[in-house]
Nanobody, 124 residues
Framework: QVRLVESGGGLVQPGHSLTLSCEAS????????MGWFRQVPGKEREFVAA????????YYADSVKGRFTVSTDKTKSTMYLQMNSLSPEDTAVYYC?????????????????WGQGTQVTVSS
């Protein structure tokens, strides 16, 4: 079982930046692929980014490519999502997720472990 705890959400003005954290526990960090998803009330949860330890490659949704960056710190068992040039369309609850595989995927049903989510609101 992998336990995931997100933090770092909040209210930010358009054009500004925010960094989310996802601290993992319960299984050796680096032994599973991880991802970020987001959800707006009334809409389906959507893919944001996925990171694979085997390749070290990160996949991004087109809507965030060039603005969002995933990084990791193995010493802290933490994955980060650096979000730049935020717009009101980025407002959502952001979730961290982990697979029972080292291969990253972009679909949410491929992820077995989820955090509780952290709210990001982009507004002036």
């Amino acid at each position: 079982q992998v336990r995931l705890v997100e933090s770092g959400g909040g209210l930010v003005q358009p054009g500004h930046s925010l960094t989310l954290s996802c601290e993992a526990s319960g299984r050796a960090f680096g032994g599973y692929a991880m991802g970020w998803f987001r959800q707006v009330p009334g809409k389906e949860r959507e893919f944001v980014a996925a990171f694979g330890w085997s390749s070290g490659y990160t996949y991004y949704a087109d809507s965030v490519k060039g603005r969002f960056t995933v990084s990791t710190d193995k010493t802290k068992s933490t994955m980060y999502l650096q979000m730049n040039s935020l717009s009101p369309e980025d407002t959502a609850v952001y979730y961290c997720a982990a697979r029972d595989s080292i291969v990253p995927r972009t679909t949410l049903d491929e992820y077995a472990h989820w955090g509780q989510g952290t709210q990001v609101t982009v507004s002036s």
